[in-house]
């Protein structure tokens, strides 16, 4: 299995501009999840999906921010419009049963100028 | 509610010496337990797991115990060397997944 594919790896943009982030899952791993990771708050999860539906978008910190999954293989994380306080390394990550952990993919480093 | 609370780092080693990273959790029922590495530029791997108290989860010389009593899950391992250089997290999953804060770990020649 190839792991969890996020693309881009990195991606560098200018203020205003749509950001779209993309992950594959593990095949067969009903749970995804949209973590950030930045130095000031660490690990923060933004939202996650359960046989394609979103359960808690709690952590996405405001309306420019959205998630879809239309299938069990596919996930984005859109970003309209971006903003500098946005920079941070995004990470999709995908499980069959939590309790036994999650996959990472390698993350989406975004920068906003 | 969930949480985690683990060292604070940075923890500087030379290699070969012992390295302990303290974890302990809040949680209401019976989580599961993790530790996660992070190498430079790359996402989280699981490093290892355990699922019921007393368990002890094991990978690449590095161990943790589920710790009912004190609510712990203490990395340790008896050896580092320079490739486990690197930021570690311990994590608690009870229906959804809690990180610590990480611990950045260097270990020197």
């Known amino acids: 299995d190839a792991g969890v594919i996020q693309s881009p790896r990195h991606e560098v943009t200018e203020m205003g501009q749509e950001v779209t982030l993309r992950c594959k899952p593990i095949?067969?791993?009903?749970?995804l999840f949209w973590y950030r990771q930045t130095m000031m708050r660490g690990l923060e999860l933004l939202i996650y999906?359960?046989?394609?539906?979103?359960?808690?978008d709690s952590g996405m910190p405001e309306d420019r921010f959205s998630a879809k999954m239309p299938n069990a293989s596919f996930s984005t994380l859109k970003i309209q419009p971006s903003e500098p306080r946005d920079s941070a390394v995004y990470f999709c990550?995908?499980?069959?049963?939590?309790?036994?952990?999650?996959?990472f993919g390698s993350g989406t480093r975004l920068t906003v100028v | 509610g969930n949480s985690v609370t683990q060292m604070e780092g940075p923890v500087t080693l030379s290699e070969e010496a012992f390295l302990t990273i303290n974890c302990t959790y809040t949680?209401?029922?019976?989580?599961?337990l993790f530790w996660y590495v992070q190498y430079p530029g790359e996402g989280l791997q699981l490093l290892l797991k355990?699922?019921?108290?007393?368990d002890k989860g094991s990978n690449k010389g590095f161990e943790a115990t589920y710790r009912k009593e004190t609510t712990s899950f203490h990395l340790e391992k008896g050896s580092v060397q320079v490739s486990d250089s690197a930021v570690y997290f311990c994590a608690l999953n009870n229906n959804d997944m809690r990180f610590g804060a990480g611990t950045r770990l260097t270990v020197k020649p």
């Open positions: 999906f359960n046989n394609n539906v979103p359960i808690d």
């Open positions: 095949s067969g791993h009903n749970s």
């Open positions: 990550a995908s499980s069959l049963e939590g309790r036994f952990g999650y996959t």
């Open positions: 949680a209401t029922g019976y989580p599961s």
């Open positions: 355990a699922t019921k108290a007393d």
